[in-house]
């Protein structure tokens, strides 16, 4: 079986202040995991992946996640937030054939 | 390349009639999954197929949701009829399908409002 948890369902941040979106998953596999990210009216877009392979992980738009085993964590993170991060972003684990989404957190960025 | 083009964008219906949406995936992508996701929540998988063979459709209601993909390459997933709490976006996704990781690529969704 598989799950994940998005801890936060909504984030605020100040631009040029760090970006923490958390994660955790439980999953009977080796999982992959993923983040994706939405902005309004568009499609699910791939921020980052995680295979097994380093366990820091960097993606577009200097966005990157560190897989955690012992605390099964795969916390999103950025140093900087721009105005244009605000969307809904989503934690996703994949294994064994079945894809589970997260509930999603929206980042909020203020000017 | 083209990405995963979905139509249409927008659909309002009234409960009881019938819809479709149409999905055509990223050329030689074997790999074509339909989710549905409701308002402040996630994705949820509603039928996964390889190439035309359904191999997910765990989640799919059967009683009024069913979709095609008959030679393997675009497909439409139709309810009939509606009911209200069908309105959500409806995704369409693709997937090369070989190796790991299993990297998913999303059209724009429809987003269904049924009155």
């Known amino acids: 079986a598989q799950s994940v948890t998005q801890l936060d369902s909504h984030v605020s941040v100040s631009e040029g202040t760090p970006v923490l979106l958390r994660c955790n998953y439980s999953s009977s596999y080796s999982p992959s995991l993923f983040w994706y990210v939405q902005h309004p009216n568009k499609g699910l877009q791939l921020l980052l992946k995680?295979?097994?392979?380093?366990?820091l992980v960097k993606g577009i738009n200097g966005f990157e996640a560190e897989f955690k085993k012992s605390e099964t964590s795969f916390h999103l993170t950025k140093p900087s937030a721009h105005m244009s991060d605000a969307a809904e972003y989503f934690c996703?684990?994949?294994?064994?054939?079945?894809?589970?989404f997260g509930a999603g957190t929206r980042l909020f960025v203020k000017a | 390349e083209a990405g995963v083009v979905q139509s249409p964008r927008y659909k309002i219906i009234e409960k009881k009639q019938p819809v479709a949406f149409w999905c055509n995936p990223i050329s030689g992508h074997n790999t074509l999954y339909w989710y549905r996701q409701n308002l402040g929540q996630g994705p949820e998988l509603l039928i996964r197929?390889?190439?035309?063979?359904?191999?997910?459709d765990s989640q799919l209601p059967k009683d009024r949701f069913s979709a095609e993909r008959l030679k393997g390459v675009d497909s439409t997933l139709k309810i009939q009829p509606a009911e209200l709490g069908d309105s959500a976006v409806y995704l369409c996704?693709?997937?090369?399908?070989?190796?790991?990781?299993?990297?998913?690529?999303f059209g724009a969704g429809t987003r269904l409002s049924v009155l």
């Open positions: 995680y295979t097994s392979a380093a366990t």
């Open positions: 197929y390889e190439n035309e063979e359904a191999v997910d």
């Open positions: 996703v684990v994949s294994g064994g054939f079945k894809t589970i």
């Open positions: 996704a693709s997937s090369s399908g070989g190796g790991t990781p299993n990297i998913q690529y």
